[in-house]
């Protein structure tokens, strides 16, 4: 099954669905709302995904509201927005699709199925077929990566949290490409990343990177797989749509249309519904950093988490930012946890309850590594 986008005339907009499922078990097909525009001129192609995570909502507002009716007249190129990649987590308020109870975000083709599969079109995956929602990833990767020059990933992190995008490091070796190439893709990358105007925050290191299936993330894939600029953005908190966070989604993405070429001046062309075209966000801290989750509950024992720092905060190596708490409220056994990193806060881990080993917060640390990497020194 391929999927067909809409084709509307240059200088118009159409708004429609692609069917990614031809038939569920109900009876019905799948289908994703997708809205393209066709601009007046040609240009880059630019795709604007979002709610991989049913939950995520924010992201599926900035789809939303990026486009508008004049839009068309000032475009070079194409913008294909499409709010919803997980209706099957839509429908339920719920990160995961139900199909399997799978996280869609990382079940796009990875780096073994560069290696193993020349040809998109094969279907190599080992002894077990591939189940409903790998398959709608390959579909929606076939075409992506045929159709567009750069994506933008809208996502949520978590409540309060401080908004950033997400750079991945871009892999090389494995049949992927070479180092050289690699860093040409970086350098594209960085200039992309940079242009959205929230923090940039490297992801993990590779070797987490690939332990976390993150090569097999929208944007992971999309970059990695598909070589084109990727990101995943981060707007602030599930649920419920954050309004200061979408004006930054939709201003953010005419950013990276202004820097793409598509159009000539952002904040003129941007819709109406942004109101006054807000400025970037800064970063809490200046320099190189990278995602990191921690520090973690004892693995003696659980209990209730009680932070000590929120979204933006800097934070030095040492610094206490939780305590995780018996119930009982005996503060004889309770247990603080000291960050061992400079950096801010990006989002702390929502609900009180820890597990053993269980982390509490999300931070970007300062970071030296590089932003190229290879899976063969795993
Ligand atoms: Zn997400």
């Not at 709302?33 to 240009?43: F, K, L």
């Not at 332990?211 to 602030?236: F, H, K, R, W, Y």
Request: hydrophobic share 35%.
């Amino acid at each position: 099954m391929t999927l067909t986008l809409p084709d509307p005339e240059p200088g118009t907009v159409v708004r429609d669905t692609i069917e990614v499922i031809g038939q569920l078990p109900t009876g019905e097909p799948e289908t994703l709302p997708c809205i393209v525009v066709n601009g007046v001129e040609d240009g880059p192609t630019l795709w604007v995904t979002g709610s991989i995570h049913g939950n995520e909502v924010t992201g599926l507002a900035v789809c939303q509201d990026i486009v508008h009716d004049g839009l068309a007249d000032h475009l070079a190129g194409r913008l294909v927005s499409i709010s919803n990649l997980n209706p099957a987590g839509l429908r339920r308020n719920w990160r995961q699709s139900y199909y399997n109870n799978d996280d869609p975000n990382r079940k796009f083709p990875d780096v073994e199925y560069v290696t193993q599969n020349a040809d998109p079109g094969d279907t190599v995956e080992g002894p077990r077929p591939p189940r409903q929602q790998k398959i709608l990833c390959r579909r929606l990767f076939d075409c992506f990566s045929e159709d567009a020059d750069a994506l933008l990933d809208m996502h949520t992190a978590s409540a309060g949290a401080h908004p950033f995008v997400i750079r991945d490091r871009v892999l090389y070796g494995r049949g992927l490409r070479d180092e050289s190439e690699a860093r040409e893709l970086a350098a594209d990358l960085e200039a992309f990343a940079e242009a959205f105007g929230l923090p940039v925050v490297f992801e993990y290191a590779v070797e987490e990177y690939l332990d976390q299936s993150l090569q097999c993330s929208t944007s992971g894939s999309a970059l990695n797989q598909a070589g084109i600029p990727a990101v995943t953005v981060e707007l602030g908190q599930h649920h419920v749509v954050e309004e200061e966070w979408r004006r930054q989604g939709v201003a953010g993405t005419y950013r990276v249309m202004e820097h793409l070429g598509m159009v000539d001046d952002a904040a003129a062309v941007a819709p109406d519904n942004l109101g006054e075209f807000p400025a970037p966000v800064g970063p809490p801290l200046s320099g190189q950093v990278r995602r990191y989750v921690g520090p973690h509950a004892p693995s003696t024992n659980g209990g209730i988490v009680r932070h000590e720092v929120a979204a933006g905060d800097v934070v030095e190596a040492g610094d206490v930012v939780a305590r995780v708490v018996p119930l009982d409220g005996n503060p004889e056994q309770a247990v603080e946890l000291a960050i061992d990193h400079d950096g801010w806060v990006t989002h702390r881990y929502p609900g009180a309850t820890a597990y053993e080993n269980a982390p509490v917060a999300s931070f970007a640390v300062e970071d030296d590594g590089d932003v190229v990497g290879t899976p063969e020194d795993d």
